[in-house]
């Protein structure tokens, strides 16, 4: 019935109020369900992408310290602003042809600020030292060392930071190279 208390006509009976409420609040929940699962989507993509870039980045600099500790022909005590150590690597390695009159040198090293892994070349010429070239890492390191042994052997352990969270103690990853000559420890 209507407001005027006549009936409705068959086939003509519309939504009610309630019926409209019901309505809205499951299009409202099934909203929210979707958005949730989009941004839950967007935030997992994200993370993979940045997973990538610093796996990516952290198998560039392992390459890369292989390459140079195969190709170096000494080691070297001190360079620049760095002391060989635990956490500093100094190699010499065969000088380029821009610079074949002088020693060159390639420096591994943590930042203890940014905790990031440097890699420095020096080109050292009489009593000047040159930086060449440095590069960074993406990914910070939560802990970095260099071990020697009497060989000519190194190795590289290191654990990694990403998105601000520290891998598990036991994911310390090992890179070993071996030098190709005999080393010779010189100071610069």
Known sequence: MDRNGHRAAPGNTGYT???MLVYCALLCGLLNLCTSAY???????ALNDGVASSS???QWLTDDFV???RAAVGVGDA???YAAGTDTLILEVPPDEERRHARQYVVFARDAASHRLFRSEYAVAGNATELVRSTASLTPFKSLSFERSSSGR???RFAIERQGRVQRAENIHTVTATMRVVPL????
């Open 17 to 19: 109020l309630i019926e």
């Open 39 to 45: 941004i839950s989507t967007i935030r997992v993509r």
């Open 56 to 58: 990516q980045s952290t």
């Open 67 to 69: 390459r140079t500790v």
């Open 79 to 81: 360079i620049g602003p």
């Open 154 to 156: 190194f190795a590289m």
């Open 185 to 188: 420890k010189r100071g610069v």
